[in-house]
């Protein structure tokens, strides 16, 4: 069927409504996941909050399904939708600093090189996701975890108001004292609400961070990682990290006969100097790491380092984890051995705690309180590895089940049921957000998400 958009609307319509015919289409519907292939009827490319009530209107007078797009590194694909509207927010980008007030107002398609490249200009920070490419309004709506997180606490820890439209085209602002309980739903119930057009976040001075990337080869697992565990359970609040298995790159750090191979990475972020840093991952380079660097980095410039190839197959999942006993390290140490190498897959052990664990009980986010996570990457370029690299996804997450806290951050996953959902925001907040739901969307318009029907 052929979508006509009346004249009329072209004219008020500010940014660009992109039809299959035109061209930039195929750009236009490209996502970070190479595995989506959607082709939505309309990309409505809006350039203000009016283009984002007006692209919403269109489709439901002509009974078309809404998508809205933010960064569109969303693993599950849900930004476009087959024969829809893409409501596509990626050109209120904006992002302006307070300084003074240490506040950004962040558009709702930045992404967050925008957002730390702005607040870095003040020497000022807060939690985002762990790649610069990831979409700010994806990453604090369904929480948010970062770097940071363990000393300034979760992404949405530090939202302090919100802008969207809503499915009858309604502007509202929500916040601690306008829309409480909308306000309350956008800490982790995700994009069943509205089209958020911007945020305001609370910054924290903060410039550089201390960083150390330590390699070793494989086989080292087993003694490295019990070391690492150790060092996170007793480390003060300013450092993070994570464990990662992966594909050593070429760099400088990295030993020739290191390179191209699959090695374990240990990442230690650190809310302090060098020496500092350095001191606190001591217990680590004890152990004779193979190559690594640690060092004082600009916060924005460690934020760019993970960065994965856009357009690559992608499939992912998370399973939190409520204690790591060395059998439990043992386990994660050996699921590595069936990544797919050469690839940009990632098995990843990643700590909580800190300021996590202490922010707001009342936040739709039932994970807030799980110490680890484990998190398998699968990114690859060959269709002929689709089964295998999903299977080994899904084995990790069966495989360490036993240690599982029943809860799940859902942006780690991807499209995996209504179950998983439940593990994401538990049964007293799905009853919650189900009345929210009903207030502001009763016939789910938004419902291309990890969606919650109305109540």
């Not at 607040?119 to 807060?126: D, K, N, Q, R």
């Not at 993070?240 to 230690?268: E, H, K, M, S, T």
């Not at 664990?357 to 690859?380: E, K, S, T, Y």
Request: hydrophobic content about 40%.
């Amino acid at each position: 069927m052929t979508t006509h958009i009346d004249p009329g609307l072209r004219t008020e319509f500010a940014g660009e409504m992109i039809l299959p015919r035109d061209p930039g289409y195929d750009e236009a519907r490209a996502l970070f996941n190479g595995m989506i292939d959607r082709r939505p009827a309309v990309i409505a490319q809006c350039a203000n909050t009016d283009d984002v009530a007006r692209a919403i209107g269109f489709a439901r007078e002509r009974g078309l399904e809404v998508s809205v797009r933010g960064g569109g590194h969303g693993v599950a694909g849900k930004a476009l939708v087959d024969g829809g509207v893409v409501v596509d927010l990626r050109m209120l980008n904006s992002v302006t600093v307070d300084p003074d007030a240490r506040t950004a107002r962040v558009g709702g398609g930045a992404v967050m090189a925008d957002l730390d490249g702005a607040t870095a200009e003040y020497g000022l920070a807060t939690t985002g996701g762990r790649v610069s490419t990831t979409g700010v309004a994806g990453l604090v709506l369904g929480g948010g975890s970062g770097w940071l997180e363990r000393k300034f606490g979760l992404a949405c820890d530090n939202l302090l108001s919100a802008e969207l439209v809503t499915a009858d085209g309604r502007h509202v602002r929500a916040s601690e004292e306008e829309n409480p309980e909308l306000f309350w739903a956008l800490h982790g119930g995700g994009g069943n609400f509205g089209a958020v057009t911007s945020f305001t976040f609370r910054l924290h001075p903060l410039s550089t961070l201390g960083l150390a990337m330590l390699l070793w080869p494989t086989e080292a697992g087993p003694d490295v990682v019990p070391a690492f565990r150790d060092l996170m359970e007793a480390a003060p609040d300013e450092v993070g990290g994570g464990a990662q298995y992966l594909l050593a790159p070429p760099a400088d750090f990295v030993p020739d006969d290191l390179a191209g191979r699959l090695a374990l990475g240990i990442v230690v972020t650190c809310v302090a100097t060098e020496p500092e840093t350095r001191a606190m991952v001591e217990p680590l380079t004890a152990l004779g790491p193979a190559g690594g660097i640690v060092a004082e980095m600009p916060y924005a410039a460690v934020q760019c380092m993970d960065d994965d190839q856009s357009g690559l197959r992608n499939y992912w999942t998370a399973q939190h984890i409520r204690k790591l006993p060395d059998e439990a390290v043992a386990r994660y140490c050996a699921l590595a051995d069936d990544m797919i190498v050469p690839s940009g897959s990632r098995h990843t052990l990643l700590p909580l705690g800190g300021a996590v664990a202490r922010g707001p009980a009342d936040h739709p986010i039932p994970w807030r309180h799980d110490p680890w996570v484990v998190h398998p990457l699968a990114l690859w370029d060959d269709p002929a590895d689709d089964v295998r690299a999903k299977t080994w996804v899904r084995d990790v997450r069966m495989s360490m089940e036993e240690w599982s806290t029943g809860s799940l951050y859902l942006n780690f996953i991807g499209d995996e049921g209504a179950e998983r959902y439940r593990e994401g925001w538990g049964d007293e907040n799905m009853r919650r957000l189900a009345d929210v739901k009903r207030r502001y969307d009763p016939d789910n318009v938004f419902r291309h998400n990890q969606n919650i029907e109305p109540a």
